[in-house]
């Protein structure tokens, strides 16, 4: 391998394989991808500063709109976080259609991920199926919430709004047509030639890289690598529920689709499960408009839909306006991952690995801490937030 | 002076390069509302009616836009590769049967020299991506420099054993031979038109072969750095290459324009339109190969079972006689 075959094949911010603004230099040798580098903070938007500036029920709104697509898994953080900071006892009403929302969710972004992965490796037919029925879980949220993108259904102390027997019973006939179309793109991704001919052994994460640098999501549980949120760390009620977490070993392209076929059945078990258990009560308790926490700082973690997403609000006891929110998104953790995946793999397949580990760059790019060209390894203890958030503070005066 | 004249005509209208260029636009249009029904999609539907002016639309707004040229470029061929890639897809159509069962232009072994041209095309799309000098041109003109050695040979021996069948190097004797032995050679040579159909649509560019363009790996590949008029020429060109490769098949595998009843010309329109439908039938069902797995795939299957053919056509010969 000389150094002079080897020449720089820049993608991005702007390409047709990226659905936000992010930028990859591949060292390319002939069709061969040797190195990558990759450069963020293309969609800072500057919202964990705005946060501060706003009152604690302000923030939900904004938060919501963090990323399009995990909407709902943001406001739902953001409402945990809230809920142990107010103290407030959330009605078992509340959390379970907290869970149902937050599974639709996984059901709608997985199919969106699944379509744009045939659209990807050039089968615009399985994009188009796949997309199609995705309207299917779109039009349930917007029964449940009245909104399509951002349902704003998640507020400290419980939901907006209330589940009845009617939607009920339309959200099951939806979630039978999910199942059995989710069963046969099982069969597509599993079997057809040639599909697999793109997934398989493209893209290899092997377990003991994903567990150094801290992959999450499917992505992990696609190399072998047992993390899950709902099941470490239960929230909402999914302690109530019984789901399988979905592990893979191949670590290829080929299981990250398959993690996230069966994530999608296993995601209408669980909606199905809701339905059946939905308890009787309140649906929210009554919460001041301009709460006002003790001096307290919370951190709170949801299983995403593209992995773990970890918020720390911190109140300093004396305003209505939190101290400090801080967010990191799974992309971040995803990013690393990839260039490790992407190396000694051909350029045809970038387009292919990328979104194997659903990149959501917008999600990403609040953050302002972390230098991904390092490659740098670290653990996100209470103790480094707190002093990521002090010097954040300090810096930006 | 007025056999010339016809002549003239039947090259530059009827049924030459005007008529080519409309039925270009038709089964594009074609193409796209058969891919989109398949895909759970409408399709063209707004420009004329059921959208069948949206290729000519496309056309005529794709030639009005402004054309840039790179500075890094190589002008002269920048400019006139989409020129001769029209040109090219043009003339090599006229050698195939339309209008009567004689083609405008024949002699005997222009099977060789249509078959050449058509390798001149990728010549064209090569030299196209690498004029542009840009990264992804270059990207995309090395693949399709490449995916010709996929399938250039499989193509020219499953075409040339349709030759031995009709026993001449001549495309219109190949559609003649079609008629006196009252059969189309696809039931004779089943193995041979798979072969031929998959190379023409890896020729083609099309789904599951359109490595060269890849939209969603190089953004285009050789087309990327085009636009306005020349972009619109290629658009026509590759347009012009589905009429070329439709009427290739089905003079060589359907029969050519024989058939009862209707005149030549009308055959020539359903069997072609056949033939783009299975094109476009494989453009729906499959996901893009990559280049590595195209050039494996030409040589272990494809370039073996057109020999086969081949050889199973020599020995039916030999034993038929």
Redesign the interface.
Known sequence: MSAHNIFDLIVGPQHPMLKEPERFVFKVEGEYVVDVEPRIGYAHRGIEKAAENRTFLQILPLVERVCGICSNSHTLCYTLALDELLDLEVPPRAQYIRTLVAELERIHSHMLCLGVMGHEMGFDSLFMYMWRDREIVMDLLELISGNRVNYAMNIPGGVRRDLNSETMDKIRKGLEILEKRNKYYKKVFSEDPTVLKRCADVGVLKESVAKSLNAVGPTARASNYKTDVRKDDPYVAYDEMDFQMIVYDTCDVYARNLVRVDEIIEAINICKQVLDKLPQGDYKVKVPPFPKPPEKEVISRVEALRGELIYYVKADGKSIKPYRVKIRTPTLLNIMPFCEMVKGNYIADIPVVLESIDPCFCCEDRLAFVDVRTGKRWVWSLEQIRYLAEKGRLERG | MDNILWILFQALVFPGALFLILLAFFYDWFDRKI?AR????VGPLVAGRIGILQPFYDFVKLVAKEDITPAAAVRPLFTTMPVMAVAIAVFSILFVPMLSHEALLHFEGDMVLVMTLNTFFSIIVFMAGWAAMG?FGS?GA??AATQLMGYEIPEFISAFSVCLLAGSLSITAVNNAQAQVGIPFILLQPLGFVVFLVSLQAELEK??F??PE??????GGWLAEYSGKKLAFFKLAEELRVVFGAALMATLFFGGNHGPLLPPIAWFLIKTTIAVFIISTFR??????????VLKGGWKWLTPLALLQVLITYLVFLVVG
């Open positions: 891919v398949m895909q759970n999609r990264r990207v090395e693949r789904v599951p359109d490595i890849a939209k969603t790996e190089i953004v729906a069902v499959a996901a893009r190969f990559r280049i590595d797995q």
